[in-house]
C-alpha cells in the first residue's frame, strides 16, 4: 500500500508565494518521478511540473520562471515552491508519483488533492 499525503495549499493574494509538499510512504522499492497536476472547475486537469528520479525537471509554460518543483529522496517528499501566484493559478493542485513496488513494474498514484485559491 502506497499513500501520497500533500499539504501547503490554501489562500493567498495575487502576487503572493505558497510551498506545497507532498511525501509519499509504503512499501516502495523506488520512485521514478514526481509531479504535480492541477484542475481548475470545468477544466480538465493539466501537468504543471515534474521531476524524475535523476533530477530532470518539465514545467508548463504557464508557470515557468514562477514555480519550482524539487525533490528530496530520502524523504520520498517533492515540493512545489509557486511564486507570483495569479488568480489563474487556483485550482486543486494534486499529487502524482510513479513507483515501484518490485522492480520491473510500476503504477501511478495519485494524492487526494489540496486546494490553491488566489484572490484579493
Known amino acids: 500500500q502506497v499513500q501520497l499525503v500533500e499539504s501547503g495549499g490554501g489562500l493567498v493574494q495575487p502576487g503572493g508565494s505558497l510551498r506545497l509538499s507532498c511525501a509519499a510512504s509504503?512499501?516502495?522499492?523506488?520512485?521514478?518521478?514526481m509531479g504535480w497536476y492541477r484542475q481548475a472547475p470545468a477544466k480538465q486537469r493539466e501537468l504543471v511540473a515534474d521531476i524524475n528520479s535523476g533530477g530532470h525537471t518539465n514545467y508548463a509554460d504557464s508557470v515557468k520562471g514562477r514555480f519550482t518543483i524539487s525533490r528530496d529522496n530520502v524523504k520520498n517528499t517533492v515540493y512545489l515552491q509557486m511564486n507570483s501566484l495569479k488568480p489563474e493559478d487556483t485550482a486543486v493542485y494534486y499529487c502524482?508519483?510513479?513507483?515501484?513496488?518490485?522492480?520491473?513494474?510500476?503504477?501511478?498514484?495519485w494524492g487526494q488533492g489540496t486546494q490553491v485559491t488566489v484572490s484579493s
Open positions: 502524482n508519483a510513479v513507483i515501484s513496488l518490485h522492480p520491473g513494474r510500476e503504477y501511478d498514484y
Open positions: 509504503g512499501s516502495i522499492f523506488s520512485i521514478y518521478s
